[in-house]
């Protein structure tokens, strides 16, 4: 796992959080806050839990080029 990815994830749930209990608070914004800190979560967590992004996919390695078969 990239430290770049645990990094934006704890970020964004961090910010998802904060949103959260600002529309708590806030009663005008509520449900608006309320969805962007629930989806601002669920995508920090998408994020710490995206193990294909680790997975270097292989390139075989081809000499001279594609050859044309008939």
């Given at each position: 796992m990239k430290i770049?990815?645990?990094i934006s994830s704890i970020l964004l749930s961090v910010y998802g959080i904060w949103m959260i209990?600002?529309?708590l608070i806030k009663k005008e914004a509520m449900?608006?806050?309320f969805v962007?800190?629930?989806g601002s979560i669920g995508?920090?967590?998408y994020i710490l839990?995206?193990?294909k992004e680790?997975?270097?996919e292989q390139i075989k390695k081809q000499k001279g080029g594609?050859?044309?078969q008939k």
């Open positions: 770049s990815q645990i209990i600002v529309a449900i608006f806050l962007l800190g629930l995508l920090g967590v839990l995206n193990n680790d997975k270097i594609k050859k044309w």
